[in-house]
């Protein structure tokens, strides 16, 4: 049951930072309230996917559930680059650059209950240690101001409450396993990568998943449908709206207002956050607030305080945006069955994810079995890429290849670059009069080096797992299409040349906390953030008590 105000805390944003921030608050009994602008998605109604047109159907949009973002610098493309251009089979180049700048795709995300942790795949990652410490090591970037040892307790708590499943081998990142759940079974796909990772050197796991293996929490197992990206509608994926939200709300002490964009941080001279004021379907609202967790995302985070000029003394809001870099390359494989069953990036290869690992590259990268989550699923994205003709040909064609796909992705770590950074739109603004925010982001030569390796490396695997034609290929390289963005209020001991401290908190406003992917120093060598987020939301709220 929510409770009304006041509240002891107000946290702004209900995805993968703010929903585990309230959580572990209302868990030591406080009462808060989640101003959340987006909507409250109903899983067994809007993620439909027993219907006949599921394939056709991604994660669905509901009216708030995207902020609007514009974009300005995303650099330009080299035609000597362009091996690195996304194409396919049947539709040859996918975007086309008349202009020779990237395709502004989009950033991907969603507002609502649980953020973007409804449409993610629900790999569950720790950052690499050695990540933490870019500056020191290798003369880039910037340091983490704790170590791994400060989050790894952490780690612990979300992995036990979110229901994690996987079996890496013990090392620096998994001291313990114990408390993780039987790691899923491998697909066909997966276990042909394995085979051909042997022959190069490359080790393979099954990944660290949020998706159950045994049901837990009233929560069945995953059914291994491979739709996590579209909505998971049974609720073995562990987003942030079955997971820490519900917990939350399951203590009496949290209450929820979707719809709710909040515009203005009113600040005192006593270097507080007195209180949040803004629009609820329309109607002005202003709530007062003890302590303040921001949590709106790496982009509108910064946004909100850049357009209310607070806690921005080391001019560095907005500065250092990092996404991460992607790369996909498919074939098919005569003779394999069943490639589009299974669970999304189940397997993943960890070899080149430190730091230095990538030769002549500073940043890391992993690898991970992606044919689910690249949507080749079913006969219509099959015959919509990479299978071409027509007429009897082509039906012929495709009861030949269809479930023999085998795609295998990279992701790679950006380095901070002055040219990438969120900024103020100067002419378009939103319903609410506010500017919205504008994403530059541009790839640097080390950009350009790692994703070249990763698109080697890609093609290697496929043709020695037994790929004779790679039918499509998509990457950075000409669109921005970013699932993970870091680093525009990053974290650090110097409130010269950072945002907030170690824990969160603001260097300039005592009562306000950060806790999303923008107070990370820096990407991690491909790891999925989500994890890391929620460990260190928890980790604020703990401190924030004590």
Known sequence: MAVDGPYDAVVIGAGAGGAAAAWR?????????????????????????????????????????????????LGTLDANDADLASWNTVSGRVFDNPNRVPSAAGYSHVQGVGGSTLHYVGEAHRLNPDSLRLATDHGVGSDWPLGFADIEPFYVVCETE???????????????????QPAHPLSTSAR?????????????????????SAPKDGRPNCNYCGNCGRGCPLGDKGSADVTFIRKAEAT??????????????????????????????????EVETPVLVLAAGAVQTPRLLLANDVANSSGQVGRNF??????????????LANTHKGLPADAVSWTFNSPGSVPGVVGGCRFTASTQETGLLGPVAYGSRIVDGYGAAFKAQMR?????????????????????????????????????????????????AL???????????????GVEEIREEFGSWDSFTATHAFGTCRMG??????????????????????????????????????????????????????
């Open 25 to 73: 608050l209302c868990g030591h009994g406080l009462r808060v309230l989640i101003l959340e602008a987006g909507p409250r998605f109903d899983p067994s109604v809007d993620y439909p996917l027993t219907n006949s047109d599921w394939e056709r159907q991604l994660f669905p949009t509901k009216p708030g559930s995207q902020a609007a973002v514009s974009y300005g610098d």
């Open 162 to 180: 979110i229901g994690v499943a996987g079996a890496p081998p013990k090392g620096p990142r998994w001291p313990s396993t114990d408390h993780l």
């Open 192 to 212: 042909a990568l394995d085979e051909a990772g042997g022959r190069l050197g490359m080790a393979w796991e099954p990944n660290t998943r949020a998706a159950l």
């Open 252 to 285: 009496g002490r949290l209450t929820i207002w979707t719809g709710a964009q909040v515009t203005k941080l009113i600040a005192g001279s006593d270097r507080r956050i007195s209180a949040v004021s803004g629009l609820r379907d329309g109607l002005a609202f």
């Open 322 to 335: 990092m996404e991460t870099l992607g790369w996909t390359s498919t074939g098919l494989r005569a003779g």
């Open 400 to 448: 030949r290849d269809f479930g023999s796909a085998i795609s295998v992705s990279g992701t790679g770590e950006t380095i901070p670059d002055a040219r990438s950074f969120v900024a103020l739109d100067p002419t378009q603004v939103d319903a609410a009069g506010v500017p919205v925010a504008q994403i530059n982001s541009v790839l640097t030569d080390h950009s350009l």
């Open 451 to 465: 994703l070249r390796f990763m698109a080697s490396q890609c093609r290697a695997l496929l043709a020695k797992a």
């Open 493 to 546: 001991s110097d409130p010269a040349t950072s945002v907030v401290d170690g824990f969160g908190r603001s260097h300039d406003i005592e009562n306000l906390y950060i806790a999303d992917a923008s107070v990370f120093p820096s990407t991690g060598g491909g790891e999925a953030p989500a994890l890391t987020i929620q460990a260190l939301a928890i980790r604020l709220a703990d401190q924030l008590v004590a």
